[in-house]
């Protein structure tokens, strides 16, 4: 014998949804009329119905993307943290700052498609490694020897040559521009 709980309107959510409290009546339930995404798909519009007084209002949902730091704490992402610690790597380096935010808007695209809501700082460093190695290559060893935890010659050298076995698609390009150059 199976028995079935019917919950009142209001009491039914989907799973992780929480209640929106309508600015005038105060009542906890509302409808979606109609849903826009805004700021590049980084935000959603929402406009509601209040299903007591029957007014209506709108809201506005971010998704949050959280890091877990070494000491526990936890804190919102930011793309110019990313650029920071990656233009250490990057002095002395061609590499504009057109290029770093494009480079941390790759690392949060990246971090965002795995469908986790919180993740670790090593994560996001490792999450830097391979947009950096296709912007710079000097700048990817560098970056790379900080969060591989390199301690000797042998894994620059290791590196290095994992790099020249599997070049990226941005040395291919400048070593044809060179060519190119050479033959003019």
């Known amino acids: 014998m199976v ?6 309107p209001r009491l039914t959510r989907k799973k992780g949804e929480s209640a929106v409290i309508c600015p005038f009546c105060r009542f906890d339930d509302s409808r979606v009329i109609d849903s826009r995404p805004t700021d590049e798909g ?3 519009r929402r406009r509601r119905e209040c299903t007591s007084c029957a007014r209506r209002f709108n809201t506005s949902e971010t998704s949050v993307l959280l890091v877990i730091k070494r000491s526990g704490a936890t804190e919102p992402f930011s793309r110019e943290k990313v650029i920071n610690g990656v233009r250490k790597a990057c002095q002395g380096r061609p590499v504009n700052d057109d290029d770093l935010a494009l ?3 790759r690392v ?4 965002r498609s795995d469908g986790v809501a919180e993740v670790e700082a090593q994560e996001v460093g ?3 490694l391979a947009p950096l190695r296709e912007l710079d290559e000097v700048a990817y060893l560098r970056y790379a020897s900080v969060y591989r935890s390199f301690s000797s010659l042998e894994d620059f050298e290791g ?3 994992l790099l020249r076995a599997e070049p990226s698609r941005n040395s291919k390009a400048l070593k044809d521009s060179r060519t190119q150059e050479l033959i003019k």
Do not use: H, N, V
């Open 159 to 161: 590196e290095i040559a």
């Open 3 to 8: 028995f079935r709980y019917c919950l009142p």
């Open 126 to 128: 490792m999450a830097i």
């Open 42 to 44: 980084t935000q959603i």
């Open 108 to 111: 949060e695209e990246s971090l």
């Open 103 to 105: 480079l941390a808007q």
